[in-house]
Structures are given as structure tokens and as C-alpha cells.
């Protein structure tokens, strides 16, 4: 990881490439909620009562003359791979768009409501599609820049090994070695469980002459928060996609209008929280607006060291990848059906001992296998990798290291939504984030679908023209 900042810079493609023009569209479509619907996030959903910002699904299109790839970034907390693939009907049915070189992907807002449902699933995935279609519309030729800037002040891993043996209760009826949100500032506290990432990543376009066209970035961070219950908001997410174009002063009279837009990275076992030194409790949103306002000026900053290509090759490579279902065993079904057979307000080993009871019996009663889908996109000597889990940080450490591209990032929550990505030793220190019902998929899957990433950013880089990448240290 650079000190700093990073930015990728290309000698030059083919020179047959000169004679190609680069085409983008940018869209944002509206996919906020009725109120009622449930706002999820935690143990005990509850209804929304009021909007205190839109949500919105925002696009990017791209066309190389060959390829077209595209993104589309949905304020929600996680979004089921038949919403998305809904969406993708639609625009195969309405355009001549490959549906499937699409990266879609939740933000995982933690206040919106719960996007599978029946009330809400088909809106959605009609406003994804009409988000692609007016991106589609709105296409011109373009240039299109990338790069990055570390801001680790934002980012603290949240497991912590913790010396209480009380705080390292789970609710199998056993104990592990690190805590998910240890009380803050407590002596307690060894050290975290694992690394961050403070790299924030970003994809700048602009139109042939230099007008502000979208931006896209990409922070591991999990959300803020600091909502008043049964608001939906965006989070920081939106506030970001807002201020980056003030700073970059896109023109709010010209059409088409300028698209800001902030992925999630890896932040299953990342969050906002100083545990060792906690700052004071702020005035909600307040928290967002701070943090949006300095991941925005930190990328407006960077924005002005890339350099723009009018022309890239776009690349995206596609593959399911079939996983086990974690399943309970005889020991564990007998010590849940004692659980259950308590009263409810009878002693309790952990507070959640009730919900991951009733979440091991799913996962005994459901299916023994599951496929997810698996992406990775390619823009000139950027990689990105698409994953449909909360995948932890030190899994898109690995695939920035390995990957074959000079650059490259990882988008979280994309085209499904699975639950948490733990690694093996993650697995062996327990936690929340490990848990049967929060964890659904073998212990090693992050190392198959790792593995995967890399093949699929290799058969997109084996076409790769001649080019160099450097770094300021």
C-alpha cells in the first residue's frame, strides 16, 4: 500500500488503438422506498416512518468500440441476485446492452428497507434497468482517468481480541478469541483481530472536453450510521455521491447531469469506530456529513494528478462458482432445541442464542449447495473484482497484491448478496462475522472465490496492450 497516493499512468496503447473513441453515459434513478416497508440492518427490523434522504441507483456505461461494460451502484443494504437478474431481463428485453458485463451492487446502507420485498423487489428492479437505459441514452464520447489516495482515519478494523472472557461469548454455547464491537475505549482491549484498507479508489470521466461526466469510488468501509430510527437515507454514501461534484464543480444546469457514485470495498470486518481512542457521540448524520465531506475533498484532490485516456480497452469476465452450505451437526440441532425449549425470559448464555437458533435451522433445512455469481471487470490496466458477500479486508488486500493489473479494487455486495466472507484464520478466531447463520458458505470459500477473481482478471489481462504502471511513493 502506497503512503499516499497512486495513480496509474499508461505509455500508451497500440497505436492502431489511436483511431478509437471512447464512449460513456452516466444515470441516476430514484429507488426509494414506500414508506412501511421494513428498515433492516439488525436483529429487530422496524418499519420506515419517514425518508430523510432519496435513495437512488447510479450508473455508468462505457463502450470502447468493441466492448461495453457498465455499473450500477444501489443505495441498499445488500440486494438478492433475482432482483438483479430481473433487472438484467429488462434491459436485455429494452437494449441491445450486454446485461451481463453489468456490475451491479449494494452500498449496504443500513437504512433502507429489506430490497426482496413483494412490495418492493419489482420496483427495484425496474428503476435498476431504467438506470442503465437513460445511462445508455445519455452516451458520448469520453476519457475516462483512474487512481487513488489512502485515508486511513476512517477506517478501524472492528474485531478485537479482548481479555473478558465474558465479551468473547457466543451464541453456540461457547467462547471465542475475538469480540465484533468491543466496548469502546475499554481496558479489555488487546489488539484488532486484522488489517484495514485505507485506500480509496476511484474512476474519473469526463467528456471530450474535459466536462465532468461521473465519478466512481470506492472506500472499505462498512457504512456510519447515526440515523434517527425509521429514517431512510442513503448514509455517507449518497452525501459523497452529491459533494464530489460540487467539489469538481460539475454544472447542475447541464444535462446530462453529472453522477457521483461510492462503491463499498471490503468492509465486512471494517467500520468507522476508534475503539482505543472513541471520539465524542455526534448530533445524527452529522457523523456522515464528516466523513463524506473528507473521503470527497481527499478523491477531488487525487482527481487533479490523474491522467485521462480517450480511449481504453473494457474487458468483463463472468463465472458461477458453486459453494457448501454450512450445516449443524447432531450436537449443535440438540443444543438449540434446549435453547428453544426455555422460556423466553429464561438466563441466557448470549442474547442472540434465540435468532441463531432459528438461523441454524434454515441453513439444516435449506439447500446442501449454492451458486454465486463471480465478476471481474477490466478498464485499460484497472482490474476490479465483483464479489457478492461482505468480504473482509484482508481477501481484497490479497487480490490488489495479486492481481495482473497495475491497479485494481474490489466491489463488495455485487450481484448477490450472501452474508459475511471470512477468511480461514478468521474462522479459527470466531465471531459474529464466523457465525453459522451470519456465515453461510464453507470455511475456505474465500480462497476459492479469491482464486477465482484472479483466473477471471487474467483472462482479461492476457489481452492487455503494452503498458507500464508507476507509483508515487
Same mark, same amino acid.
Request: proline share 6%; net charge negative.
Given at each position: 500500500?502506497?503512503?499516499?497516493?497512486?495513480?496509474?499512468?499508461?505509455?500508451?496503447?497500440?497505436?492502431?488503438?489511436?483511431?478509437?473513441?471512447?464512449?460513456?453515459?452516466?444515470?441516476?434513478?430514484?429507488?426509494?422506498?414506500?414508506?412501511?416497508?421494513?428498515?433492516?440492518?439488525?436483529?429487530?427490523?422496524?418499519?420506515?416512518?419517514?425518508?430523510?434522504?432519496?435513495?437512488?441507483?447510479?450508473?455508468?456505461?462505457?463502450?470502447?468500440?468493441?466492448?461495453?461494460?457498465?455499473?450500477?451502484?444501489?443505495?441498499?443494504?445488500?440486494?438478492?441476485?433475482?432482483?438483479?437478474?430481473?433487472?438484467?431481463?429488462?434491459?436485455?428485453?429494452?437494449?441491445?446492452?450486454?446485461?451481463?458485463?453489468?456490475?451491479?451492487?449494494?452500498?449496504?446502507?443500513?437504512?433502507?428497507?429489506?430490497?426482496?420485498?413483494?412490495?418492493?423487489?419489482?420496483?427495484?428492479?425496474?428503476?435498476?434497468?431504467?438506470?442503465?437505459?437513460?445511462?445508455?441514452?445519455?452516451?458520448?464520447?469520453?476519457?475516462?482517468?483512474?487512481?487513488?489516495?489512502?485515508?486511513?482515519?476512517?477506517?478501524?478494523?472492528?474485531?478485537?481480541?479482548?481479555?473478558?472472557?465474558?465479551?468473547?461469548?457466543?451464541?453456540?454455547?461457547?467462547?471465542?478469541?475475538?469480540?465484533?464491537?468491543?466496548?469502546?475505549?475499554?481496558?479489555?482491549?488487546?489488539?484488532?483481530? *486484522?488489517?484495514?484498507?485505507? %485506500? @480509496? #479508489?476511484?474512476?474519473?470521466?469526463?467528456?471530450?472536453?474535459? !466536462?465532468?461526466?461521473? &465519478? +466512481?469510488?470506492?472506500?472499505?468501509?462498512?457504512?456510519?450510521? *447515526?440515523?434517527?430510527?425509521? %429514517? @431512510? #437515507?442513503?448514509?455517507?454514501?449518497?452525501?459523497?455521491?452529491? !459533494?464530489?461534484?460540487? &467539489? +469538481?464543480?460539475?454544472?447542475?444546469?447541464?444535462?446530462?447531469?453529472?453522477?457521483?457514485?461510492?462503491?463499498?470495498?471490503?468492509?465486512?470486518?471494517?467500520?468507522?469506530?476508534?475503539?482505543?481512542?472513541?471520539?465524542?457521540?455526534?448530533?445524527?448524520?452529522?457523523?456522515?456529513?464528516?466523513?463524506?465531506?473528507?473521503?470527497?475533498?481527499?478523491?477531488?484532490?487525487?482527481?487533479?494528478?490523474?491522467?485521462?485516456?480517450?480511449?481504453?480497452?473494457?474487458?468483463?469476465?463472468?463465472?458461477?462458482?458453486?459453494?457448501?452450505?454450512?450445516?449443524?451437526?447432531?450436537?449443535?440441532?440438540?443444543?438449540?432445541?434446549?435453547?428453544?425449549?426455555?422460556?423466553?425470559?429464561?438466563?441466557?448464555?448470549?442474547?442472540?442464542?434465540?435468532?441463531?437458533?432459528?438461523?441454524?435451522?434454515?441453513?439444516?433445512?435449506?439447500?446442501?449447495?449454492?451458486?454465486?455469481?463471480?465478476?471481474?471487470?477490466?478498464?485499460?490496466?484497472?482490474?476490479?473484482?465483483?464479489?457478492?458477500?461482505?468480504?473482509?479486508?484482508?481477501?481484497?488486500?490479497?487480490?490488489?497484491?495479486?492481481?495482473?493489473?497495475?491497479?485494481?479494487?474490489?466491489?463488495?455486495?455485487?450481484?448477490?448478496?450472501?452474508?459475511?466472507?471470512?477468511?480461514?484464520?478468521?474462522?479459527?478466531?470466531?465471531?459474529?462475522?464466523?457465525?453459522?447463520?451470519?456465515?453461510?458458505?464453507?470455511?475456505?470459500?474465500?480462497?476459492?472465490?479469491?482464486?477465482?477473481?484472479?483466473?477471471?482478471?487474467?483472462?482479461?489481462?492476457?489481452?492487455?496492450?503494452?503498458?507500464?504502471?508507476?507509483?508515487?511513493?
Amino acid at each position: 500500500m502506497v503512503s499516499a497516493f497512486s495513480l496509474a499512468v499508461s505509455t500508451g496503447y497500440a497505436a492502431d488503438d489511436a483511431q478509437q473513441v471512447l464512449r460513456a453515459g452516466a444515470a441516476a434513478s430514484n429507488i426509494t422506498p414506500p414508506l412501511g416497508e421494513a428498515v433492516v440492518g439488525g436483529f429487530a427490523p422496524f418499519p420506515a416512518t419517514n425518508v430523510h434522504d432519496e435513495l437512488h441507483a447510479r450508473c455508468l456505461v462505457l463502450d470502447d468500440g468493441t466492448t461495453r461494460i457498465g455499473f450500477v451502484i444501489c443505495d441498499s443494504l445488500g440486494i438478492s441476485r433475482d432482483v438483479f437478474d430481473q433487472a438484467r431481463e429488462y434491459i436485455d428485453a429494452e437494449t441491445d446492452f450486454p446485461a451481463e458485463n453489468i456490475l451491479m451492487s449494494a452500498t449496504h446502507t443500513h437504512s433502507a428497507t429489506r430490497s426482496s420485498s413483494e412490495n418492493y423487489s419489482g420496483f427495484l428492479a425496474r428503476r435498476i434497468a431504467d438506470a442503465v437505459r437513460r445511462a445508455i441514452a445519455n452516451m458520448e464520447p469520453a476519457r475516462i482517468g483512474w487512481g487513488g489516495v489512502d485515508e486511513p482515519s476512517e477506517v478501524f478494523n472492528r474485531r478485537w481480541y479482548v481479555t473478558d472472557p465474558d465479551l468473547r461469548k457466543n451464541p453456540f454455547g461457547g467462547a471465542d478469541q475475538v469480540r465484533m464491537n468491543p466496548p469502546r475505549g475499554s481496558a479489555t482491549l488487546v489488539r484488532p483481530a *486484522g488489517p484495514i484498507d485505507p %485506500e @480509496i #479508489s476511484f474512476i474519473s470521466v469526463q467528456s471530450a472536453d474535459g !466536462r465532468p461526466l461521473a &465519478l +466512481l469510488a470506492n472506500y472499505s468501509l462498512h457504512y456510519v450510521g *447515526g440515523v434517527n430510527k425509521g %429514517e @431512510i #437515507s442513503a448514509d455517507y454514501f449518497g452525501i459523497f455521491s452529491k !459533494r464530489i461534484g460540487e &467539489l +469538481l464543480e460539475a454544472d447542475d444546469e447541464s444535462f446530462p447531469p453529472f453522477v457521483g457514485m461510492l462503491s463499498n470495498g471490503t468492509s465486512g470486518d471494517i467500520n468507522n469506530i476508534n475503539f482505543r481512542n472513541p471520539s465524542k457521540r455526534m448530533e445524527k448524520y452529522a457523523k456522515m456529513r464528516q466523513v463524506a465531506e473528507l473521503v470527497a475533498r481527499r478523491v477531488h484532490e487525487a482527481c487533479g494528478q490523474v491522467e485521462y485516456h480517450d480511449w481504453v480497452p473494457l474487458g468483463s469476465a463472468s463465472r458461477d462458482l458453486t459453494l457448501r452450505v454450512r450445516k449443524p451437526d447432531e450436537a449443535m440441532l440438540k443444543y438449540f432445541e434446549e435453547v428453544m425449549a426455555k422460556p423466553e425470559d429464561a438466563p441466557k448464555h448470549h442474547r442472540y442464542e434465540r435468532n441463531y437458533a432459528q438461523r441454524v435451522r434454515r441453513l439444516y433445512e435449506g439447500p446442501d449447495e449454492i451458486s454465486i455469481p463471480l465478476q471481474a471487470v477490466r478498464i485499460g490496466d484497472l482490474g476490479i473484482a465483483a464479489i457478492p458477500f461482505e468480504v473482509f479486508c484482508e481477501i481484497g488486500l490479497e487480490i490488489k497484491e495479486k492481481s495482473p493489473f497495475g491497479d485494481a479494487f474490489t466491489i463488495e455486495l455485487a450481484n448477490d448478496s450472501r452474508g459475511y466472507l471470512p477468511t480461514p484464520r478468521q474462522h479459527e478466531l470466531g465471531g459474529y462475522e464466523t457465525w453459522m447463520g451470519t456465515n453461510r458458505v464453507q470455511h475456505d470459500a474465500s480462497d476459492r472465490i479469491t482464486e477465482t477473481i484472479l483466473e477471471l482478471m487474467g483472462e482479461l489481462s492476457s489481452k492487455r496492450p503494452s503498458a507500464v504502471t508507476s507509483r508515487d511513493e
